[in-house]
Nanobody
Framework: QVQLVESGGGLVQAGGSLKLSCAASGRTFSSYAKGWFRRAPGKEREFVAAISPSGSNTYYADSVKGRFTISRNNAVNTVYLQMNGLKPEDTAVYYC?????????????????WGQGTQVTVSS
């Protein structure tokens, strides 16, 4: 079992930055690939970014490529999402997820464990 707890959300103006953190506990953190998803009001949950267990491979949705950076520190069981150049359309609840697959997917059903989410609001 893996428990995930997100933090770092908040209110920021357009063009600003936020850094989300996802702390994990339970089974060996380093063996799980991690992903970030988000759900805006009235929309489906969508893929944002993912990172392989070792951190050597990262994946991004086209909408955030060049603005967001996913990283992880296996020594402290934490994965991060640095968000720069935020836009109002980035407003959503952001979720951290974990999968036992070495290559993380982009669909929610491919992930086994989820955090409770953290709200990110970007004002124009």
């Amino acid at each position: 079992q893996v428990q995930l707890v997100e933090s770092g959300g908040g209110l920021v103006q357009a063009g600003g930055s936020l850094k989300l953190s996802c702390a994990a506990s339970g089974r060996t953190f380093s063996s799980y690939a991690k992903g970030w998803f988000r759900r805006a009001p009235g929309k489906e949950r969508e893929f944002v970014a993912a990172i392989s267990p070792s951190g050597s491979n990262t994946y991004y949705a086209d909408s955030v490529k060049g603005r967001f950076t996913i990283s992880r520190n296996n020594a402290v069981n934490t994965v991060y999402l640095q968000m720069n150049g935020l836009k109002p359309e980035d407003t959503a609840v952001y979720y951290c997820a974990a999968t036992g697959e070495v290559t993380p997917g982009t669909r929610p059903y491919e992930y086994d464990y989820w955090g409770q989410g953290t709200q990110v609001t970007v004002s124009s």
